[in-house]
C-alpha cells in the first residue's frame, strides 16, 4: 500500500501562482536595473561588410552597446553543435539574428539606441528549402556544408521484403514550421551580488546547461556565475535553447548593474526556435492478413540556420518511424539539413508528432487495402514483450500498446456504432479515426543522467534538492510526493529547493518526458539512502529491529507496538552528534547503448511509454470547417504517481494536437505574431477523454515512465484519420486548414460524380 503515489495531490506551487506570490522573471524587483534590447538583422542572408555603434552609444540614457568584439570567451553556443554567435560578427543566416545589444537606463533610451546601429550588408542566394540545400553546388550556409546528419537506421532487407509483400502503400507527408506559444515570451534579470558572483534569473528549461554556456560565453569559472529558474510560463521545449541568458550575463559582467531583458511576442516570433518542418516518404507493406514485414523511408528534416536539437529531433524520428509495431525489416535515411529559414529546435515530442502523423496515415491506409478494421491492424502488429524494435532492442518489460488499444475498443466500437450514423444535417460528414503512439523516455542513445539531494535538519525537517525545473508540468509536485513516499513525511511538508545552479546538482534537461522516470529514481535513491540511517539509528532509540520500523508523520515508528516511536529531529540530533551525514545525494541513469553510426542497431531508451487516441468529429464540406467533438486518450504511464498531473499533461497536450492538425502555421517572413497564427482557443476545445493504462516499469519510480509528450503525439494523427473516414479522402500536408479539407471534400465529390 503506497501513503503518496497514485494520490490526486494539489501541485504544490499552484496557490502561489494563482495568487503571484512565485515571481516570473519580469516581476523581480530590481533597483535602477537596466533595459536590455538586442539588435536583429532584417536580411534572411548576407555578409556583413561594416556595423557601426558609435551613435547608438552617444544616444542620451544608453549606458552601452555590445557586439561580438565584446564576447570575452566563446563567441558560439549551442546545444549539440557550437554553431550559433552570440553575436552576429561575419554575416547573418536567418532575419532575426541577433547582432548588438544596447543597454539602456529606459524603454525610450534602449528604443532609440536601436535606431541608431547602422549596417551595411552584402546579400547572399537564399535557401529556404532543404532540398535545395542538398544539391550539389547550393551555396553553403555554413561553411562544414548545409548536411548537418544523415541518420540511416537498417534492420533485415527492406528492398527485398518489399517484393515479397501482398500489398504496398507508398506515400509522401509534410508538416510545417510550428511556434511554441508558451505564455510568457522568452524574459530575464539579474544583479552582481556582494560576493561579485553574476546571478541571473531566467525562464528556462535547464539551469545546468544554461549556466555551462554563459561561463563558456564570459570565460569565467563555473562559481562567478549562478541561475536560477524564475517561473516559467510554459516553453514546450524553446526555452532549452539560450536566449536571453547570455545576453544578461554579458550584461552584467560589462556594466556590474541589475539588467532586465524580456521579449516581445513579436520578437520571441521572430529569432526563437521553432517545430522542424518535415518532408517523409514512407513505403510500408504487409502479408494479405495485414502483418507488417518491410518500411522503407526517407526524412528530410528542415533545422533553419543553426543545428540546436536538429540531430536529436532527426535521429528520434528516425528510430520511432515505425510506430509501436513490429517490423522485421527496415530501411531509412533520415537527413538533417540547414537552410535560412528560423532555426528549428525541440518542440513537445523531438520529430516524432511529425512521425506519428505519417505512420498512422499508413496504417489506416494498408487496413484499407487489405479490407482490415483499423483497430485491428493495430492490434496484430503492436509491440509485445519479446518483440523487438527497428533498432533491434528486445522490448520485455511494460510493452503497454495493447493494454491501451484494449482500452481504446469499447470506445471505438460505440463510435462505429453511433457516430458513423445521424446526428449532423448536411453539409456536415460524420467520422472517427484512431491513431496510436510510443515514445522513447529521455534523451537517444546517450548517457542523461540527473542527481538529487535529500536532507533532514535537526528539526525534522525534510528538505529536497533538485535541479529539475518546473515549467507547469507539475514535475516538483511528483519528485516531492516521491521523496514524501520513502520518508513518510506528507508533499506539502518537505521543503523544495529546485532549478538553481548554487543549491542544486545537475537534473538533466526538463525535455524528452524524461523527469518523473529519471530525476524520479535520483530522488528516491536519495531518500532511500537518508532513510536507511534514520531506521539504522532508530533501533538503538527504540531497541527494536530494524525491519520493524517505518517512517511515518515525521516519526519513525516500531511496526509492532505503535506506541514504541521517536521523532525524526530526536533520531537526527543523535546521529548529527556520532558525525553520521544527514544529506544524501542521489543519483540514476537509465541503461541505454549508442546506436550504430552505420545501422542504428542499439538500445536508444530503458523504457518507452505507449498511447492510442480515438477523434470523433464533423466535417462541414462546404466551408472544411472541422469540428472535433471528442477526443478519448488512453496512455500507458508506467504508474501514475499523480493521477491528476497525468490528467492534466493529456488534456494540454490534446489542445496542442489540436492546433498541430487543423490550424497551426508558421510561415517565416509572413507570421509575425499571434495576430497570424491561430492557436486553438478553448471554445474549439472537444470532450477530452483520459484514460490512464499502467503497466510498470520496473526501472521507474514505483512504476512510472512519463505522458508529458505522448499526451501530444497520437492526437493529430488520430483526427487526420478521422477527416479521411469523414472525406473518403486523405490530407497528406498539415495542418488540414479550411482550403486544404474544402478542397478534399470537393475532389471526393467529383470522383463520385465520374463514376
Not at 555554413?142 to 517484393?163: C, I, M
Not at 517561473?231 to 559582467?253: E, M, R
Not at 505503535?562 to 558525525?579: E, F, H, M, P, T
Request: net charge neutral; proline share 6%; hydrophobic share 40%.
Amino acid at each position: 500500500m503506497t501513503r503518496f503515489i497514485r494520490k490526486r495531490i494539489p501541485k504544490l506551487d499552484a496557490r502561489d501562482l494563482a495568487t503571484g506570490r512565485r515571481r516570473f522573471s519580469d516581476d523581480i524587483p530590481l533597483e535602477r536595473a537596466l533595459i536590455l534590447r538586442i539588435f536583429r538583422s532584417k536580411k534572411t542572408h548576407a555578409k556583413i561588410l561594416d556595423l557601426d555603434v558609435e551613435e547608438a552609444r552617444r544616444t542620451p540614457g544608453v549606458v552601452g552597446v555590445l557586439t561580438a568584439a565584446d564576447v570575452p570567451g566563446k563567441k558560439l553556443y549551442g546545444l549539440i553543435i557550437k554553431d550559433q554567435p552570440v553575436f552576429a560578427h561575419d554575416k547573418v543566416r536567418f532575419p532575426g539574428e541577433a547582432i548588438a545589444m544596447v543597454a539602456a537606463e529606459s524603454e525610450e533610451a534602449a528604443q532609440a539606441g536601436l535606431d541608431r546601429i547602422r549596417v551595411r550588408y552584402e546579400d547572399l542566394p537564399i535557401i529556404s528549402d532543404p532540398e535545395t540545400a542538398l544539391k550539389g553546388g547550393a551555396p553553403l550556409i555554413h561553411d562544414k556544408g548545409n548536411l548537418l546528419l544523415q541518420r540511416k537506421l537498417q534492420k533485415g532487407n527492406a528492398s527485398e521484403a518489399l517484393k515479397q509483400c501482398y500489398t504496398v502503400v507508398k506515400r509522401t507527408y509534410r508538416t510545417p514550421h510550428l511556434e511554441h506559444s508558451y505564455l510568457e515570451p522568452d524574459a530575464g534579470a539579474g544583479f552582481v551580488d556582494e560576493d561579485g558572483t553574476l546571478v541571473i534569473y531566467a525562464s528556462t528549461q535547464n539551469p545546468h546547461y544554461d549556466h555551462q554556456e554563459v561561463c563558456a560565453i564570459l570565460g569565467l569559472p563555473d562559481e562567478r556565475v549562478r541561475i536560477i529558474q524564475a517561473a516559467t510560463g510554459g516553453g514546450f521545449g524553446s526555452k532549452l535553447d539560450l536566449t536571453v541568458q547570455g545576453y544578461i550575463g554579458l550584461a552584467l559582467h560589462h556594466f556590474r548593474q541589475p539588467v532586465r531583458l524580456v521579449y516581445s511576442r513579436d520578437e520571441a516570433f521572430l529569432a526563437t526556435a521553432k517545430r522542424h518542418p518535415m518532408e517523409m516518404e514512407f513505403e510500408t507493406g504487409s502479408s494479405k492478413e495485414g502483418k507488417l514485414i518491410a518500411l522503407r523511408g526517407r526524412i528530410v528534416c528542415d533545422t533553419g540556420a543553426y543545428a540546436s536539437y536538429g540531430i536529436a529531433v532527426a535521429t528520434r524520428a528516425a528510430v520511432h518511424a515505425t510506430g509501436p509495431y513490429e517490423i522485421e525489416n527496415v530501411d531509412l535515411e533520415s537527413l538533417c539539413v540547414y537552410t535560412n529559414n528560423p532555426f528549428a529546435g525541440a518542440m513537445r515530442g523531438f520529430g516524432v508528432p511529425q512521425i506519428a502523423f505519417a505512420h498512422e496515415s499508413q496504417m489506416d491506409l494498408l487496413a484499407d487495402e487489405l479490407g482490415l478494421d483499423p483497430l485491428e491492424i493495430r492490434k496484430i502488429n503492436a509491440l509485445r514483450p519479446g518483440a523487438r524494435t527497428g533498432t533491434g532492442q528486445e522490448l520485455t518489460k511494460s510493452v503497454g500498446i495493447l493494454k491501451v488499444l484494449e482500452q481504446i475498443e469499447p470506445y471505438y466500437l460505440a463510435a462505429k456504432r453511433e457516430w458513423a450514423g445521424s446526428g449532423h444535417p448536411v453539409p456536415f460528414k460524420k467520422g472517427v479515426g484512431l491513431a496510436s503512439m510510443w515514445y522513447g523516455i529521455g534523451s537517444t542513445g546517450v548517457q542523461n543522467p540527473s542527481s538529487a539531494k535529500v536532507e533532514v535538519d535537526q528539526d525534522g525537517k525534510i528538505t529536497l534538492f533538485t535541479g529539475a525545473a518546473d515549467i507547469g508540468q507539475g514535475s516538483s509536485t511528483v519528485l516531492s510526493q516521491i521523496a514524501a513516499e520513502v520518508l513518510g513525511v506528507a508533499p506539502p511538508e518537505i521543503r523544495l529547493v529546485s532549478a538553481d545552479t548554487k543549491l542544486t546538482s545537475n537534473a538533466g534537461t526538463t525535455s524528452a518526458s524524461r523527469q518523473t522516470y529519471i530525476s524520479g529514481c535520483a530522488v528516491r535513491d536519495a531518500s532511500l539512502k537518508l532513510a536507511d540511517v534514520l531506521l539504522t539509528e532508530a533501533v538503538d532509540v527504540l531497541k527494536a529491529p530494524k525491519d520493524s520500523l517505518v517512517l511515518e508523520d515525521g516519526f519513525v515508528l516500531d511496526s509492532r507496538h505503535s506506541d514504541n516511536r521517536a521523532s525524526l529531529s530526536k533520531i537526527a540530533r543523535r546521529a548529527q552528534l556520532k558525525g553520521i551525514p544527514l544529506a544524501w545525494q542521489g543519483y540514476f541513469d537509465p541503461v541505454t547503448t549508442p546506436l550504430d553510426p552505420q545501422t542504428s542497431q542499439g538500445v536508444p531508451y530503458a523504457t518507452y511509454a505507449f498511447a492510442c487516441h480515438l477523434a470523433l468529429l464533423a466535417v462541414d464540406v462546404e466551408t472544411g470547417e472541422v469540428r472535433v467533438s471528442r477526443i478519448v486518450a488512453a496512455h500507458d504511464v508506467g504508474r501514475a504517481i499523480n493521477p491528476q498531473n497525468v490528467e492534466g499533461q493529456i488534456q494540454g497536450g490534446v489542445a496542442m494536437g489540436l492546433g498541430f492538425a487543423l490550424t497551426e502555421e508558421y510561415v517565416p517572413g509572413k507570421t509575425l505574431s499571434m495576430g497570424d497564427y491561430h492557436v486553438p482557443t478553448s471554445l474549439d476545445m472537444p470532450q477530452i477523454t483520459p484514460i490512464i493504462v499502467e503497466d510498470k516499469e520496473p526501472s521507474g519510480p514505483y512504476g512510472a515512465k512519463g505522458v508529458g509528450e505522448p499526451a501530444l503525439i497520437p492526437t493529430a494523427p488520430a483526427i487526420l484519420n478521422a477527416i479521411a473516414d469523414a472525406l473518403g479522402e486523405r490530407i497528406y500536408t498539415l495542418p488540414a486548414h479550411l482550403e486544404r479539407v474544402r478542397e478534399s471534400a470537393m475532389k471526393h465529390a467529383s470522383e463520385i460524380k465520374r463514376r
